[in-house]
C-alpha cells in the first residue's frame, strides 16, 4: 500500500520545519520517513511545486523515495492526482501521512492496514477515540487510510475546506460514505486528552527537542506513561492544547 506523506516548506505558523533537525540529526520529514520504515507500505512525498519544496524533494530522493508535486492549497487534488500517476486503483486504499507528527504510532499504522484488509467495503478507515477520527486529535500519532475513488468524487464539490484538508469531506459525510474509526484501546482513554505531540508552531518544536530523545525510541502506550509522569511536560502539552482551544 501507498502511504502518501503530505508535506510542505511553507506552514505558516512555522515556516520551513520539515527542514528543521532533531537531537538525533534527522529532519521532521526524515524522522516521519523512518517512521513508516519497518511497516508493508510505500511511502511516496506530496509536496507542491514551490520552489522552496526542492529541498523536500531532494530530501525524498536521498531515501530513494517517489515524489509527486501538485497544488500547494489544494491537498485533495494532489491526493487524487498522485493516486493516478502511481497507478492506484480506485477501490484499494492509500494511507494520508501528516508530515509534522514524528511520532506515528507502529501499533495505529498495523491496526490500520489490517483492517483495509479485513474490511475493504469502507471508503475510508482510522482509529480515534469518541468517536472522533484520529487526525481531528491534537495527539500527533495517527493514520488514515482512503479509497482515491471516494476522494475523487468531492472534487466536483470545489469546496475549500474539503480541498485543504482531503479527508474531511468523507468523515463528516457519514451517509454518503462508508466510514469506520475504530477505538483505540481501552487503557490509552484515561488522560489520553492530555496529550499532545503533533507540530504546528515553534513551541510545540521546542517541547518535541525536549522529549524526542526520550520519546522517538518508544511507541505510544510506553511514550503515554512518559509524557503523564512528568509533570512538567504535562503543563506544557496543557498550555498548547488551550491554546488552540481558544
Not at 532533531?22 to 506530496?46: F, N, Q, S
Amino acid at each position: 500500500m501507498y502511504a502518501f506523506i503530505q508535506a510542505r516548506m511553507g506552514s505558516s505558523r512555522l515556516p520551513g520545519k520539515m527542514s528543521m533537525t532533531l537531537p538525533d540529526g534527522k529532519t521532521l520529514l526524515e524522522a516521519v520517513i523512518g517512521r513508516l520504515a519497518p511497516h508493508d507500505v510505500t511511502p511516496v512525498l506530496l509536496t507542491t511545486k514551490q520552489p522552496a519544496d526542492d529541498a523536500l524533494a531532494s530530501m525524498a530522493a536521498r531515501y530513494n523515495l517517489p515524489v509527486f508535486r501538485g497544488d500547494e492549497e489544494d491537498v485533495l487534488s494532489r491526493f487524487a492526482e498522485a493516486s493516478e500517476v502511481f497507478n492506484v486503483p480506485e477501490n484499494d486504499f492509500v494511507l494520508r501521512i501528516c508530515a509534522d507528527n514524528p511520532y506515528l504510532s507502529h501499533y495505529i499504522i498495523d491496526q490500520t492496514l489490517r483492517t483495509c484488509q479485513q474490511l475493504p467495503e469502507n471508503d475510508y478507515i482510522t482509529l480515534g477515540h469518541g468517536g472522533k477520527p484520529g487526525i481531528k486529535h491534537h495527539t500527533g500519532i495517527f493514520v488514515e487510510a482512503v479509497k482515491p475513488k471516494a476522494l475523487k468524487t468531492l472534487m466536483p464539490l470545489q469546496n475549500d475546506w474539503y480541498n485543504e484538508h482531503v479527508t474531511i469531506g468523507l468523515y463528516e459525510n457519514p451517509n454518503k460514505y462508508k466510514i469506520l474509526i475504530q477505538e483505540i484501546p481501552a487503557e490509552w482513554h484515561p488522560d489520553f486528552e492530555k496529550i499532545r505531540l503533533t507540530i504546528d508552531d515553534i513551541d510545540d518544536w521546542n517541547f518535541c527537542l525536549k522529549t524526542y530523545p526520550s520519546l522517538a525510541p518508544l511507541d505510544f502506550p510506553q511514550q503515554r506513561k512518559l509524557l503523564l509522569s512528568e509533570k512538567s511536560w504535562v503543563t506544557l502539552m496543557e498550555n498548547q492544547i488551550n491554546k488552540y482551544q481558544k
